[in-house]
């Protein structure tokens, strides 16, 4: 996060009011005027801060109507960082008002008791829930139990060439056990001896310009995997990954640089420290959506694709604009329902065009909202992480 009125001011100070955010960016593609688009929410920060405007009602709105994506600043000729600014200004000036959502990124998913309570509630009522809000509808039948009562605390291999933190967030430790299965398979697959992290990497908190909140988050995960003594701390969620890489800048001491640089999405962890291509075939068409978070957030687009074209019997076929946002991105599905869903049916239509029986992406958010507008245009199309893919292989490799 950017943390100073001067260098908030002078990111403000670098847009000159071009427009080419105007392009690209999802939130005022779907909406249409002007409040919506990157450049607006730029000067409404910057008149802000420089005491021009006070935080009203309709501003808080405003800096709401966000993905963070980083479209914007990636195709911003003077490299105006636009979410961390909204990040910014959301801390600064607070929610525009309570919300369901808020309150559970802020007050529920960071305090693992209350997320225990929360998610039996939730198993229970599941069907209710996503008949009133659709954009749970891509979520796989909610396990009973935490990820972590599934697995010891460490897994170990027969010969082990090092060891690896997995940091499974909340989708994985609640929800999506699917993924973490394929992520220790793989992991063990190239003898590494899994320590599972639990915990949540307070994005969603920072998302909901609770800064205070996701910092304490970052401390006890700097702790924790410390306290691991892993080698890697890997991720299979592009948005975890992005807050955990952060963790050095925002916390600024050497524990959380050290921890920082330590931090991989999961594909590039495989790649970097070599590929087992002992696969067995795989026979399917798959096209690959890059997660924000994963592609403009980490510079991570290349890998999940090599991962892809090794496994025998893969045909990866590219979509148009495979980077554009799905519009999941994290809270915002369940705050913006409509904004998200007309993001969405586009992606899901782009993803449809390629005759694919499979869409593969590095986030459980992504997967989230895919599955769900994918069902909902009425195409017969399988979300899956690369992971789970890529496991599948391995598993094959053994079947006769
Ligand atoms: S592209 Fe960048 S410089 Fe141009 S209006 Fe948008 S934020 Fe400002
Ligand atoms: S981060 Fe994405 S949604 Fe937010 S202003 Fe930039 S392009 Fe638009």
């Known amino acids: 996060m950017i943390k100073t009125k001067e260098t908030l001011l002078a990111q403000v100070d670098r847009c000159s009011k071009c427009g080419a955010c105007r392009e690209v960016c999802p939130v005022f593609l779907a909406k249409g005027s002007e409040p919506y688009v990157a450049r607006a929410k730029v000067q409404l920060a910057g008149a802000w801060l420089d005491g021009n405007l006070s935080p009203s009602r309709r501003l808080q709105e405003l800096m709401g109507y966000c ?18 600014l909204v990040l ?143 080698e890697a701390v890997v991720t299979t969620c592009a948005s975890c990954g992005l807050a955990l890489a952060g963790y050095g800048d925002e916390l600024s001491t050497p524990a959380a640089r050290a921890f920082s640089q330590r931090v991989r999405d999961i594909s590039a962890f495989l790649m970097e420290t070599g590929l087992n291509r002992d696969l067995g075939v795989v026979e399917t068409v798959v096209t690959y959506h ?39 991105s994290g809270t915002f599905a369940f705050s913006h329902p409509e904004v998200a869903a007309a993001i969405g049916g586009l992606k899901a239509e782009m993803a449809a065009r390629t005759g694919a029986a499979v869409v593969a992406t590095g986030c459980p958010s992504c997967q989230l909202q895919l599955a769900g507008v994918l069902d909902r245009a009425g195409q017969a199309v399988r979300v899956a992480h690369t992971v789970e893919i890529l496991s599948q292989a391995y598993a094959a490799r053994l079947t006769p």
């Not at 963070?68 to 490299?79: V, Y």
């Not at 559970?104 to 008949?131: E, K, N, S």
């Not at 190239?190 to 992290?197: F, I, K, Q, S, T």
């Not at 994963?294 to 980077?323: A, H």
């Open 67 to 84: 993905l963070l994506c980083k479209t914007c600043t990636h195709h911003c000729p003077n490299g105006v960082q636009v979410d961390r």
């Open 88 to 230: 910014a200004a959301r801390a600064e000036a607070g929610p525009a008002r309570r919300s369901l959502v808020r309150l559970a990124a802020t007050g529920i998913l960071p305090h693992p008791r209350r997320m225990w309570v929360a998610h039996g509630v939730f198993r229970l009522t599941q069907g209710t829930l996503t008949r009133l809000r659709p954009a749970l509808q891509g979520l796989p039948q909610v396990p009973r139990k935490p990820f972590t009562q599934h697995y010891p605390a460490v897994l170990p291999v027969a010969r082990p060439r090092r060891r690896v933190g997995y940091f499974l967030g909340c989708m994985i430790q609640y929800f999506w056990h699917r993924v973490g299965d394929a992520a220790i398979h793989v992991l063990r697959e190239h003898d590494g001896e899994v320590v599972l992290l639990p915990g949540c990497c307070g994005m969603p908190a920072a998302a909901q310009g609770a800064a205070g909140i996701a910092r304490q988050q970052a401390e006890m995960v700097v702790r924790q995997a410390e306290q691991a003594r892993v």
């Open 290 to 328: 890059d997660p924000c978070h994963l592609r403009r957030g980490q510079g991570v687009w290349q890998q999940p694709r090599e991962i892809l074209r090794c496994i025998p019997g893969v045909d990866l076929r590219e979509m148009e604009q495979p980077d554009r946002c799905c519009g999941g």
